[in-house]
């Protein structure tokens, strides 16, 4: 069974950066792709970032393209999620999540193993 750790929230503010780790306990993440998503209260999970199992391939919400980045370690045991500029209304709870049989998506229904999530908070 794939367990998912995030890492790396907090409190930020506006502008300020933060990198988020997610690691995968006992295996590597060689043959899944990896998903960041986020949910802020009263909202629904929305697809942040996700990558292809080879690293080759990254997409990105219209919402976060130009500040965020996406990365995986050369060891294939973490993927990072660098956040820059950050503004309020990228507080949530960020999840990062894994699946084997998916090439890369936004779409959470896509993904089978889920980490517990981290809390981001951007404010003054």
């Known amino acids: 069974q794939l367990q998912l750790v995030e890492s790396g929230g907090g409190l930020v503010q506006p502008g300020g950066s933060l990198r988020l780790s997610c690691a995968a306990s006992?295996?590597?993440?060689?043959?899944?792709?990896i998903g960041w998503f986020r949910q802020a209260p009263g909202k629904a999970r929305e697809g942040v970032s996700c990558?292809?199992?080879?690293?080759?391939?990254?997409d990105y919400a219209d919402s976060v393209k130009g500040r965020f980045t996406i990365s995986r370690d050369s060891a294939k045991t973490t993927v990072y999620l660098q956040m820059n500029s950050l503004k309020p209304e990228d507080t949530g709870v960020y999840y990062c999540?894994?699946?084997?049989?998916?090439?890369?998506?936004?779409?959470?229904?896509?993904?089978?193993?889920w980490g517990q999530g981290t809390q981001v908070t951007v404010s003054s």
């Open positions: 990558i292809s199992s080879s690293g080759g391939y990254t």
């Open positions: 999540a894994a699946d084997r049989w998916t090439n890369w998506s936004l779409f959470p229904d896509e993904y089978d193993y």
């Open positions: 006992g295996v590597t993440l060689d043959y899944y792709a």
